[in-house]
């Protein structure tokens, strides 16, 4: 199925278009279920969506909190208040800043050894969505970003993540970072009610025309990875990621 594409004019329309999502998603989800679930993404750019949600009254307002719960697509190998940690950013940009129960926050634990970490994680999963053996947890959500190598979460260029298919989430080395990550598996993506990444940007235009337009070589563009199997696909760029 072809990804819907959404293109606005700047950072801040992206912000905006994305919020909207957002929130309309977390309301149908609990309007439908009782709950709803979501995998942040990490790294900068929603980080400006993340402050819009709890800065605009209408969308928090429109965001059933207390059934909300967030989970992460990727985190990296330090403490959850380094300036580094994806939780640390979206607990400063939103939730600490709106009336999300403590318990709904299903960090990953980047100050553990990474395999350890994605063990962990891996238990709060199957517990969260009672999962049996085997399963894969479906997000209602999956939000996500792109780096400028094509990576997406933490499924860098060349890693063993990205050929991981039984895992929900994986320790995975970066030898071009130096150090190891921890991240959500593309089988996991895949399964979600709805991905959509968040691109901005004229550093990513040249990965963002690679990922969407070139030819399949998801070992070096990892991002090709997210096909939902049974969701929809969106992205949503700024126009210099357009470009
Ligand atoms: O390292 C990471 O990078 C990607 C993209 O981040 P950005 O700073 O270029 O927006 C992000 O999605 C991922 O969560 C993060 O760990």
Known sequence: MKP????????????????HEFANRAATAVQQKGVFSVALAGGHTPKALYSLLADDAELQQKIPWRDSHFFWGDERSV??????SNFCMAQTALLSRVPVPAANLHRIKG????????????QN???????????????????LGLGADGHTASLFPGTRALHEQKRMAVANWVDKLGTGRITLTAPVFNNAVCVIFLVSGSDKARARKAVLEGRYDPERLPAQLIR???????????AAAAR
């Open 4 to 19: 819907e594409i959404c293109i606005v004019e700047s950072p801040q329309a992206l912000a905006r278009a994305a919020a």
């Open 79 to 84: 403490p959850p208040d380094h300036p580094d």
């Open 111 to 122: 100050e553990l050894a990474p395999q350890q970490a994605a063990t962990a994680y891996e």
């Open 125 to 143: 999963l199957a517990e969260f969505f009672h999962l049996q053996p085997d399963a894969l947890p479906r997000f209602d959500l999956v939000l």
């Open 228 to 238: 939902p199997r049974a969701g929809e696909l969106k992205w949503i760029l700024d």
